[in-house]
């Protein structure tokens, strides 16, 4: 009697403790998705911040005032940023030159398929008509519902783009007000470490990011070869879109060699191209996670798979494409911070790969 009384207590405060982390969840959740207009853009100014500010120190030493260095810095990420997009954007429209070739491969295809459905399943042409006419009208209904909310969308995702080297200019100028209003914000405990908590972590991140860009532009010089070799069209868009997905594991690489093994295959009509792609993005994936990842990042954020899995999924539901990227960094800034907090080792084992210490066994009853 005395054993199940004195469990009411615990397993009370157990239950509520689950019910405020439930209520402290889905009240957070809901804020994100309800001001997205307001946080996507200042999350991204926020990881720009924290890639630039390495830059903007050093150039503040070399006798910069602070403006004129974080107006440098802007400057130059915006010029990095906006040759990437020209190249990208160039390569996609070198993509729709080989459109009408495509066009006959997929009505050769079709004519060889409706043969086949004639043939072996007695399916008249005029019903094959019929059905694609059907798909047509259906396609076509959807084609301009997506094109109207990509439109309604794109004045939005303009202002954003336009709002975040102007959050980023911001929270670097007033970098030490908001330390200080943080530091005064959190328990004296934490607060009067998070100066150089936040150095440390800002730090860390941005050795991570330079390294990332070596493995993506390694990863994607060795994709772009291996296709240009094979003859692939736009063998260079496919190597580093594959390049850039790999940052999801597994899911990545899947996705992005989908449409290389489509175009091979519908170019060349063989299966050997489609096998040979899978195999070329086989090999460099494991090139990149055995070899390249460990020489260029060295140490790693950790982050394990579910972890990353579920912080896409999530940032997908909350944020649509952006929080499919946001959230990443999100996970990975709580665990730098997780591993210079005193108690944070469970976030740490949660988020991350590293070793877990073995549990050991209770005493034996005497």
Known sequence: MSTFSKNIPTNGIAAQRIANLLIITVLCCYILYAGRTLFIPLSMGLF????????CK???????TKTVA?????????????LATWLLVKQILGFTDTWPLLREKLNTTFYNFGNYLEANWDISPAAQLEWRKQFLENSASFIIGLIRVAIARSAVSLVMVFLVPIYAFLLLLYRQRLVLGLKNLLPHGIGKDIAPML??????????????????????VLNSTGLLLLG????????????????????????ASLLPITIAWIT??????????????????????????????????????????????????????????????????????AEKIPGGETIVYLLGNEPIPAIQPPPPAA
């Open 48 to 55: 720009v911040a924290f890639i630039l500010y390495p830059l």
């Open 199 to 220: 150095h440390s972590t800002i730090h860390t991140y941005f050795k991570f990011i330079k390294g990332m860009l070596v493995v993506y532009l390694i990863v994607g």
């Open 70 to 82: 974080i107006a440098l810095a802007i400057t130059l990420f915006l010029l990095l940023f906006s």
């Open 58 to 64: 050093w150039f503040e030493k070399k006798g910069m």
């Open 268 to 337: 060349y009509n063989s299966i050997y191209y489609p096998l040979a792609i899978a195999g070329i993005f086989a090999v460099v994936q494991y090139l990149e996670a055995n070899i390249i990842f460990p020489w260029a990042v060295g140490n790693r954020l950790n982050l394990n798979t579910l972890t990353v899995i579920i912080a896409v999924v999530a940032g997908g539901i909350l944020w649509g494409g952006a929080g499919m990227v946001l959230f990443i960094p999100f996970a990975a800034i709580v665990k730098l911070l």
């Open 232 to 255: 692939i069209p736009h063998a260079i868009l496919f190597g580093f879109l594959a390049s850039v997905l790999t940052f999801i594991p597994y899911v990545g690489i899947i996705v």
